[in-house]
């Protein structure tokens, strides 16, 4: 009995550690992203650019209520944006959700991720999903970043990468190249 005490009051040490971590890796890699920007410029295959959009992904699963109902199937993070943001003004959303080579709703959220980079707009998108509180707290569970102050250090982070534009990929959405991605393997 008190071992599973020990977890439960351990858990949410946990979740803060995961929290502060990931926050603390994505202000680096927007940070390596825009040196690298101002440097040469970034394309699908930059190191940089793979790392921020992979640790971006993370922190938009964080604590990601996965399972939708039975008719839904598993949702992804980009079920919530395409919710949250819908009312975004010349909105991408409508244009990703009729593209024909997109297969999944991973591969619709990585789409979603460099057409708001390209846009110039990924802050603008995050922040107006934030906004939305009611949908924020029905995809993300207690514990993540998307519901705790960590989400307006994101937001503010992502204002900087206003100055970069990485380009559209020409291949499949569905294969783009991410680290640490077990589908991939």
């Not at 380009?167 to 589908?183: F, G, V």
């Amino acid at each position: 009995m008190a071992t599973g005490d020990a977890s439960k009051k351990a858990s949410p040490r946990n979740a803060a550690a995961d929290r502060k971590n990931l926050i603390t890796v994505c202000r680096f890699s927007v940070k390596t992203l825009l040196e690298k920007y101002t440097a040469d410029p970034i394309d699908d295959s930059s190191e940089e650019f793979i790392n921020f959009a992979a640790i971006l992904e993370h922190i938009l699963s964080h604590c990601f209520k996965g399972s939708g109902s039975w008719f839904d199937g598993q949702r992804s993070y980009w079920d919530y944006i395409r919710l949250a943001c819908a009312k975004v003004p010349n909105s991408c959303i409508g244009s990703i959700e009729s593209m024909e080579n997109i297969s999944t709703s991973r591969a619709k959220g990585r789409a979603w991720m460099r057409v708001a980079l390209m846009e110039k707009r990924l802050s603008e998108y995050i922040g107006t999903a934030l906004r939305d509180s009611r949908t924020t707290r029905r995809f993300y569970s207690e514990g993540a970043i998307m519901l705790r102050e960590e989400a307006t250090v994101l937001t503010g982070m992502l204002i900087g990468l206003g100055g970069c534009t990485p380009p559209l990929p020409n291949n499949s959405w569905d294969r783009l190249q991410q680290p640490c991605d077990p589908e991939r393997d």
